[in-house]
């Protein structure tokens, strides 16, 4: 009888040494993210200003009576980039502090903030494109004007809990369509 405990004893102690990853925990990994192919398409409005947005995005009307604020919504993305458009008569410096102002209110969960200056002469527009980075609810920001005449606000936001792990590359693929928006705006 006491061979039979000592069999058992040897036969568990050889069947239990396995692989360490076993036991140790697994880091948390997230889904994977399938993007479209980007590809981009003239926004026709009648608005005083054109430019190009992805093909894989969708307008809908924003709540306000200004036929010139809408939403570029992402729907497989769970995506939606908020645009505001405001005629510039003698208020720049207010609208420009108020973008500014509406960016930095992220500060509080931002890691960093960029900002990236747009300056195309030829079609005079001009602009910053502002990456937030961290979990904040807005991870890209952006404004736009000719200095005298048009001024376009921008305000990228998802649809779920800012995690910038899980959205990163989400957060790229959109904030290159915003940055083909912005290399691509003419006004009319």
């Not at 980007?38 to 026709?44: I, K, L, R």
């Not at 003698?90 to 108020?98: F, G, H, P, V, Y």
């Not at 494109?129 to 979990?135: A, F, H, K, P, V």
Request: glycine share 2%; proline share 4%; with cysteine.
């Amino acid at each position: 009888m006491n061979k039979n405990y000592i069999l058992v004893f040897i036969s568990l102690l050889l069947f239990s040494c396995s692989n360490d990853e076993v036991n140790t925990p697994k880091p948390r990994g997230y889904f994977r993210i399938t993007l479209p192919k980007s590809e981009y398409q003239n926004f026709v409005s009648s608005c005083p200003f054109t430019f190009e947005v992805s093909k894989n995005s969708v307008f809908t009307k924003h709540h306000s009576n200004n036929n010139c604020w809408f939403n570029i919504v992402y729907p497989k993305l769970n995506a939606t980039i908020h645009i505001s458009y405001n005629p510039v008569n003698s208020n720049l410096k207010t609208l420009t502090e108020d973008s500014r102002s509406l960016v930095y209110k992220h500060t509080s969960k931002a890691q960093y903030i960029n900002e990236k200056l747009f300056n195309k002469k030829e079609s005079k527009v001009y602009g910053i494109l502002y990456e937030i980075g961290g979990n904040a609810a807005s991870n890209c920001q952006f404004f736009l004007t000719d200095s005298s005449h048009h001024f376009i606000r921008g305000a990228l936001y998802f649809s779920n809990t800012p995690n910038i792990d899980s959205l990163a590359p989400v957060l790229d693929y959109i904030k290159t369509d915003i940055i083909k928006l912005i290399e691509s705006t003419h006004w009319k």
